[in-house]
């Protein structure tokens, strides 16, 4: 089931969705987030379509419903056409295996084997789970055709430059996963190192913020000289907090997931290494425990830049007014959280952690938006366009 990023937690969003369309059967599994699924919704629905569920995926498949075209790859990509946003998709349909990405690439999407069968998945290791083997990565705006005769591949979209979103390698992917030629492990990795050559401070311990920080902080530690020591434990039972839906719950969920390991916190200085900062949740809860636990001065680095603007292609961030960086600057958030000093990884760095000089400033190498507001899709249902409004205002009269 995808993670409800947008449409909210119902059994009736849980995917595959699926309908008997004219041609037969239609499944389909989204990763990534549509940015007018509520704009094209509301004039389907004034045409007369009957939505089953408040995902934005149905979107996709009402306007493949309703598509005039012959046959139903073509009615598929006719309806693609008509979606903006980010979506990795895979469709099941009684002939065929369709798997298809956004043509900025924003979602990752592979393509493994297993036993001569094609496998469609997000991420490598869901091929690994079931033994399947890694054939490659389904290219941005590639669609996969999958038959008993074989695999083609078509280029349904107007060519343009890839933007694949570059918190899949900051946080969003399995640490243990492999795509656009990257171990997603090894350039959080990097991430650390950069970190460390830009921001180094003098210190005993390395500390990573677990998991998400671990691979980070072995990359700091490594850079730096400086000891890497598990000084918080991650309780395994706990699921992770973002996902819990009130803030009394998320806070609590924090608690209960790590605790100070006062063994190697006591009278030390140490450098605190996490991925990134949303909330700021974490980051309060953590520190704290730091100085409880007796650490005698706590330096947060994060292997990300702050995090200013929402996301709106299913990584799930809050909105702008609860995003930590979006209120404050480097000194009140250091304040905030309570610690001796605080830095950020900057976005030169951060492409430098993945092979680049630095970001390509007129046609940047990966969708960047959560750090520089730099959407690469139109935000349809987020700015309201005249259409969009016009149907709402149809509604209320
Ligand atoms: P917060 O406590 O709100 O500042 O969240 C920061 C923590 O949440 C970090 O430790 C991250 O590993 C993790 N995190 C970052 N982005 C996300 C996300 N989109 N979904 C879930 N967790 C996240």
Request: charged share 20%; hydrophobic share 40%; glycine share 8%.
């Amino acid at each position: 089931m995808r993670y409800s990023t947008s449409g909210g937690t119902l059994l009736r969003n849980v995917q595959p969705l699926f309908a008997d369309l004219w041609g037969g059967g239609f499944a389909i599994a989204h990763n990534g987030n549509l940015t007018n699924a509520r704009a094209l919704r509301s004039d389907l629905v004034r045409q007369g379509a009957i939505f089953q569920s408040t995902s934005d995926t149905e979107t996709i498949l009402q306007l493949t419903a309703r598509s005039q075209k012959l046959n139903t790859v073509e009615r598929f990509i006719d309806a693609l056409r008509q979606i903006e946003g980010a979506y990795s998709l895979v469709v099941l349909t009684n002939k065929k295996l369709i798997g298809v990405r956004d043509p900025l690439g924003i979602r990752p999407l592979v393509l493994g084997t297993l036993a001569g069968a094609p496998i469609l998945a997000s991420e490598t290791v869901a091929l690994d789970i079931i033994g399947a083997d890694y054939v490659r990565d389904v290219e941005p705006g590639e669609m996969i055709v999958a038959t008993k005769d074989g695999i083609e591949s078509l280029h349904p979209f107007p060519p343009q430059r890839p933007r694949p979103c570059v918190f899949e390698y900051i946080y969003f992917a399995r640490p243990d996963s492999q795509f656009g030629g990257h171990s997603v492990y090894n350039v959080r990795k990097a991430l650390g190192a950069q970190l460390a050559a830009e921001s180094n401070v003098e210190a005993d311990v390395v500390v990573p913020v677990p998991d998400s920080g671990v691979p980070a902080a072995i990359g700091y530690a490594r850079a730096s000289g400086i000891p890497f020591e598990l000084g918080i434990i991650r309780n395994h039972y706990v699921g992770r907090t973002f996902i819990e839906p009130t803030q009394q719950i998320r806070a609590l969920g924090v608690k209960l997931k790590h605790n100070a390991n006062r063994a190697v916190v006591e009278g030390k200085r140490i450098i605190l290494v996490d991925d990134s900062i949303v909330r700021g949740t974490t980051s309060v809860k953590i520190v704290k425990m730091m100085y409880e636990a007796g650490a005698r001065e706590v330096h947060m680095r994060i292997a990300s830049p702050p995090i200013t603007h929402p996301d709106f292609y299913g990584i799930d961030t809050p909105e702008q007014e609860q995003l930590l960086a979006a209120n404050y600057d480097l000194e009140g958030m250091r304040a905030y959280i309570g610690v001796d000093s605080l830095a950020f990884i900057t976005v030169d760095g951060l492409y430098r952690a993945l092979g680049y000089e630095g970001r390509d400033p007129v046609y940047p190498q990966f969708t960047d938006h959560c750090f520089t507001g730099d959407y690469p899709t139109p935000l349809t249902d987020k700015n309201g366009t005249q259409r969009h409004q016009l149907s709402l205002l149809a509604e209320i009269a």
